[in-house]
């Protein structure tokens, strides 16, 4: 009996060798048909958004900074009461020019614009993000919803430690902390994604 967390991991492997197969990736297959990739528009137009699960996501990069691995991120929402229900922010999953993840982390309200929840009403709905859609790539749905399922002790860490950072933060104007635009990354995890031999 494989856990759920190894199905992943295998899941992630299979995704990404069928794309390079084709000479392709995760990055390549979301930009698929875009000939100019400007940073901080969402990839695809309008986001992704599966009407069974609720799940949604974009990717977006940063304008490009000298020796920078990160190219940018995905980042992963859920509406648990449909399309036109609030939208929590789940995790944002950074990769590299070539669609290998770095990294996972948190931000903070600001950033994304979401309805703010708590982690104990965040973290359950970390099971329920699966997207199962065709476009702009099945494969590519397929791996993002494997990277939150293998790694979903971790991110639910990750929002627990993203409360424990809000709480503590003091904005320097008294202001919010959800507000505070110094305040950017909330958490973060670095996975080890080496190919053990």
């Not at 069928?18 to 392709?24: F, H, Q, R």
């Not at 903070?108 to 973290?123: R, S």
Request: aromatic share 10%.
């Amino acid at each position: 009996m494989t856990s759920a967390r190894e199905q992943a991991l295998h899941e992630i492997a299979f995704c990404e060798t069928i794309l390079a197969k084709g000479g392709l990736n995760v990055l390549s297959e979301t930009f698929r048909g875009v000939a100019d990739i400007e940073a901080w528009e969402h990839y695809p137009p309008g986001d992704v958004f599966d009407p069974a699960s609720n799940a949604q996501w974009f990717y977006h990069c940063h304008p490009a900074e000298a020796g920078a691995a990160e190219h940018g991120h995905f980042h992963c929402f859920l509406r648990p009461d449909g399309p036109e229900g609030p939208i929590h922010h789940l995790v944002a999953v950074g990769v590299d020019g070539n669609g290998r993840l770095l990294r996972l982390f948190t931000v903070n309200q600001w950033v994304v614009g979401d309805d703010w929840a708590d982690a104990e009403t965040t973290v359950p709905l970390l099971g329920r993000f699966d997207m199962q859609m065709p476009s702009p790539s099945y494969l590519v749905n397929r791996w993002l919803t494997a990277i939150v399922i293998a790694y979903e002790d971790e991110i639910a860490e990750l929002i627990r430690q993203r409360d424990r950072v809000l709480a503590a933060h003091v904005a320097p104007d008294g202001g919010a902390a959800r507000e505070d635009r110094a305040l950017e990354v909330t958490s973060q995890f670095e996975p080890d994604t080496k190919p053990h031999h």
